[in-house]
């Protein structure tokens, strides 16, 4: 990871559930933008930092704009997906929470039940509830992209479909 002073860096909750907690890089520490950080958070607390896998660091200042980049090229955003899996008997819930750059956060769930006709195979009842949950994050997204365009364009009844 690098990155440079006035970067901000969104980190997702410990467990599905807790808020995402997000911050401006006030001092880089490492070598070429490497870790550790100085971070001032936005509820207002600073500290070092020595960021895990679950963050993501948000370039600070205005964004390039023009032609989408070339393969391979770093992404402009980065969007992380965390599942967390429960079982219990023969039932398995999926929870599914989408962290994004911003603070702003998705989560959706997802479950399967075994008949008992049904051998005892843990990983299906897991990609049963796990595919549930991302189809129900896949609509909630459509279903707030499609609100946006709306609102955005003052256009009504519009229909983005899933392809």
């Known amino acids: 990871m690098r990155a440079q002073q ?4 969104v980190l997702a909750g410990e467990q599905v559930g807790q808020p995402a907690r997000d911050g401006e ?8 933008g490497a870790p550790p950080y100085v ?12 960021p895990g896998p679950s963050a993501v660091v948000q370039p600070g200042g ?11 090229a770093n992404p402009v955003r980065e969007w992380q997906i965390r599942v967390s899996i429960f079982e219990t008997a023969d039932d398995t819930r999926a929870r599914v929470a989408l962290v ?9 769930t997802g479950s399967s039940h ?7 195979v843990p ?7 796990v595919a549930r949950a991302l189809r129900h994050l896949a609509d909630r997204l459509l279903d707030r992209a499609t609100h946006d365009v709306e609102v955005t364009t003052g256009e009504h009844d519009v229909d983005i479909r899933p392809e």
């Open 6 to 9: 006035g970067d901000h860096i």
């Open 25 to 32: 890089i006030i001092e880089v520490r490492g070598a070429d």
């Open 39 to 50: 971070v001032r958070w936005s509820d207002g607390h600073e500290g070092t930092f020595f």
């Open 62 to 72: 205005e964004r390039p704009e023009g032609p989408a980049p070339a393969a391979g």
């Open 100 to 108: 994004t750059d911003s603070s702003e956060r998705t989560e959706t």
């Open 114 to 120: 075994r008949s008992p006709r049904d051998p005892d």
């Open 123 to 129: 990983r299906i009842g897991e990609e049963v509830a």
